[in-house]
């Protein structure tokens, strides 16, 4: 029987006797989220560069199903309308914590996670491909990149936190302008104007640095 | 400057929110102060933008049912992890009882004290093979002790 697409009993209800060890509840609730927890590693580990199998994900998938059952996870659930979110931030936690336990990895620093973001074309549109220098560079590109990461932050360190997540967001983690703004509660506008005002900063400190060919 | 930057992250990776209080931030769910104080943090902080991102896309394409389906065998290993506690108990206390059992009558009947000895041992072995000889139990165990040693050694950063 196909439980994905059931929207009864409601995630609140499910999670509740989840809690309390009801194993109908339990079927259900894989059924509905594994789906989630596949997605959240495999985009994890594949944003994040990690040389992977299919083996390390049904790993890592079993492993946050057993956190789930046996120490209880859901009950830190606070908004239990929102689940598949939280789901996904464990899930992908999940799977930095078994690549650093299992395979001695540590999750890349800032400035290779968005080199790989952007190498592996998941950066979505008008991000970091819009403000960097001609994509052949060659072997300065490195340099440049650098200079650019610097100057990012330098650019934006005048703005207000939030503001700061926006440009961050935008620039360095590839999301659409429509959905910072959902993500954020903010106005799709309000968004726009801020990363304009943040590439236009970052574009004048580029020319002062001497990089102009920017699109 | 690579070093210097991972460096920089490990020091801002310290006392990250946790999911539960990134996801109430995501659903306008935390007070002003509270928000204010996630924010904070995450302005700086590469991973929780991650877990931001991957928050609000997987909600949004749960709501649209847009994710690939998982294996049924993911599912059905996932599904396995509540019938597999609950199955392993019932069948250790079945064998470990029958054990006991043998062992007290081969007491209280002198007659078959052998026998009934012989037939502990061998419930007795019974009881320490089925507790460790199933693949999926083994698979299992293993996935929990590794999920155990990692709540161990936690790392900082996800504090």
Redesign the interface.
């Known amino acids: 029987m196909d439980f994905?697409?059931r929207d009864s009993p409601s995630s609140e209800e499910l999670i509740k006797n989840c809690i309390k060890?009801d194993?109908r509840a339990?079927?259900i609730f894989?059924?509905r989220y594994?789906?989630?927890?596949?997605?959240?590693i495999r985009?994890?580990l594949k944003?994040f560069g990690y040389n992977f199998d299919e083996g390390d994900?049904?790993?890592i998938?079993?492993?946050v199903?057993?956190?789930l059952?046996?120490?209880n996870k859901l009950a830190?659930?606070?908004?239990r309308?929102?689940v598949?979110?939280?789901?996904?931030?464990?899930a992908?936690?999940a799977a930095?914590?078994?690549f650093?336990?299992?395979k001695r990895q540590s999750?890349p620093?800032?400035?290779?996670?968005y080199e790989e973001i952007y190498k592996s074309g998941d950066g979505g549109d008008k991000t970091l491909e819009d403000v960097l220098p001609s994509q052949d560079a060659g072997p300065g590109k490195r340099a440049h990149l650098?200079d650019i990461?610097e100057l990012v932050d330098s650019a934006i360190n005048s703005l207000k936190?939030?503001e700061?997540?926006v440009v961050?967001?935008n620039l360095?983690?590839g999301?659409r302008h429509r959905?910072i703004a959902?993500?954020l509660?903010m106005p799709v506008n309000t968004v726009s104007t801020t990363i304009a005002r943040a590439k236009e900063d970052l574009k004048v400190k580029l020319r002062r640095k001497g990089i102009k060919d920017l699109s | 400057m690579k070093e210097d930057m991972a460096k920089l992250e490990q020091v801002k990776a310290v006392g990250c929110p946790d999911e539960a209080t990134l996801t109430a931030y995501l659903s306008g769910a935390l007070k002003e102060e509270q928000a204010r104080a996630v924010e904070e943090h995450a302005a700086t902080c590469h991973l929780c933008l991650e877990n931001i991102r991957a928050g609000h896309l997987s909600d949004k394409l749960y709501g649209e049912k847009a994710l690939p389906e998982s294996s049924d065998g993911l599912t059905r290993k996932a599904k396995g992890v509540a019938k597999m506690k609950s199955n392993r108990v019932i069948q250790r206390n079945l064998w470990l009882v029958a054990a006991i059992s043998a062992f007290s009558l081969s007491f209280t009947v002198p007659k078959y004290f052998a026998q009934f000895l012989v037939a502990a041992l061998i419930l007795g072995l019974k009881w320490v093979s089925e507790s460790e000889g199933i693949r999926t139990l083994i698979v299992s165990m293993d996935a929990k002790r590794r999920h155990e040693q990692g709540k161990e050694e936690a790392p900082k950063w996800r504090r």
């Open positions: 994905a697409d060890k194993k339990w079927d894989v059924e594994s789906k989630v927890v596949f997605w959240a985009d994890r944003r994900i049904e790993d998938h079993q492993d199903f057993i956190s059952w046996s120490d830190q659930v606070k908004d309308s929102r598949a979110g939280w789901l996904a931030m464990v992908g936690n930095i914590d078994y650093k336990k299992m999750p620093n800032s400035l290779s996670l650098n990461f936190p939030k700061k997540i961050k967001l360095l983690h999301m959905d959902e993500a509660k």
